[in-house]
C-alpha cells in the first residue's frame, strides 16, 4: 500500500511540475533584465548604468584591442552584480528531488 501510494505522489509530483507547462509559462512571461531586487545599491545601481551604456554603445567603430577590453569590462562588471546580489538558486530538477526525499523520509 505504501508503494502505491508513494508512486501515486510521485506521478502527482512529475505531472505538476511539467516542463513544458512550465517552459510555456516562462515564455510567456516578459520580465525586465534587472528586477533582482526591489531596493538596490547605489553601487549596483551604478554597475547596471554602466552595463546600459556599454550595450547602448556603437561597437562597429571600435578596434578589436577596444572590443575586447569591453568584453573583459563586461565579465567584471556581471561578477561584482553576481557577488552582491548573493541569495540561492534551485532548478526545477532539484526542487522535485528535494520534496520526493522530504516525502519519502517524512
Do not use: C, W
Amino acid at each position: 500500500m505504501r508503494k502505491i501510494r508513494l508512486s501515486l505522489m510521485a506521478i502527482m509530483l512529475f505531472l505538476a511540475f511539467n516542463p513544458i507547462a512550465l517552459q510555456a509559462e516562462s515564455s510567456v512571461k516578459s520580465v525586465p533584465a534587472h528586477t533582482g531586487k526591489a531596493v538596490m545599491s547605489e553601487k549596483a545601481n551604478a554597475l547596471l548604468t554602466r552595463l546600459d551604456e556599454i550595450n547602448a554603445l556603437d561597437k562597429s567603430n571600435l578596434s578589436s584591442l577596444e572590443k575586447k577590453e569591453m568584453r573583459k569590462e563586461v565579465r567584471a562588471v556581471k561578477e561584482e552584480l553576481k557577488a552582491e546580489g548573493g541569495g540561492v538558486y534551485l532548478s526545477v530538477g532539484a526542487l522535485i528531488l528535494v520534496i520526493i526525499l522530504l516525502i519519502v523520509l517524512l
